[in-house]
């Protein structure tokens, strides 16, 4: 019988856990269900949405070569520029909008359409690029700029940007600028930090450009 009411009372221990605890329990199991199943679903999402993103880059691609060149065709650069704008409406944090944004802006500017290119360039700065892209976009656009003639707003832009990576690329950036602006002395500085940076890799634009300099102040 000792034995029996034992067992009787941890019965009755249990059903006593059970009321007090029971139901916080099923909630925890419930919550911990809902955010298993809520990351697959999150994950299967970003999946789809990727893909999706990833066909319409494509076809942007792919229009956008026909639409290149002295026959290009009219008609696929509306569906390329329709691609660009969807992309980035539906699918603004993907890669695939940011590179499409750089893709039509290099059209715009093949196109004498300055400003539309400033435009896809800004769209890519404003909507959290990588490092790597803010900085390549942003010498694109300080580019652009030197083109439109409004080389100190291009210095300004050129001058913020981190350095680390990119020496080669911003020195010689810099030089072309301070070379419009008429600052030869500014503009050879630049040339030569540019060369030294790109320590054994050989840039014979750059060197060009140096050896043009000295050419013309002797």
């Given at each position: 019988m000792a034995e029996l009411r034992t067992e009787e009372e941890q019965v009755q221990v249990l059903k006593n856990w059970w009321d007090e605890n029971g139901k916080s329990l099923l909630l925890g199991v419930a919550v911990a269900l809902a955010a298993v199943f809520g990351w697959k679903g999150w994950q299967q999402q970003q999946a789809?949405?990727?893909?999706?993103a990833s066909v319409l880059y494509q076809n942007l691609l792919d229009a956008t070569v026909s639409a290149l060149g002295p026959q290009?065709?009219?008609a696929q650069y509306k569906i390329a520029e329709s691609l660009a704008e969807q992309l980035k409406n539906d699918y603004d944090s993907s890669a695939y909008a940011k590179f499409a944004a750089t893709i039509m802006a290099r059209v715009a500017v093949d196109n004498d359409q300055l400003d539309k290119a400033l435009t896809e360039l800004n769209w890519v700065?404003?909507?959290q690029p990588t490092v790597s892209m803010y900085v390549l976009t942003s010498l694109r656009k300080a580019r652009i700029l030197v083109a439109k003639g409004e080389l100190d707003q291009a210095l300004a832009i050129v001058k913020e940007l981190p350095v680390s990576g990119y020496e080669v690329s911003i020195a010689e950036l810099k030089g072309d600028?301070?070379?419009a602006k008429g600052e030869k002395a500014k503009a050879r500085g630049e040339y030569q930090a540019a060369i030294s940076a790109a320590e054994t890799n050989s840039r014979p634009v750059l060197q060009m450009k140096l050896d043009d300099l000295a050419a013309e102040e002797s």
């Open positions: 789809v949405e990727s893909e999706n290009g065709d009219q700065l404003e909507n600028i301070h070379l």
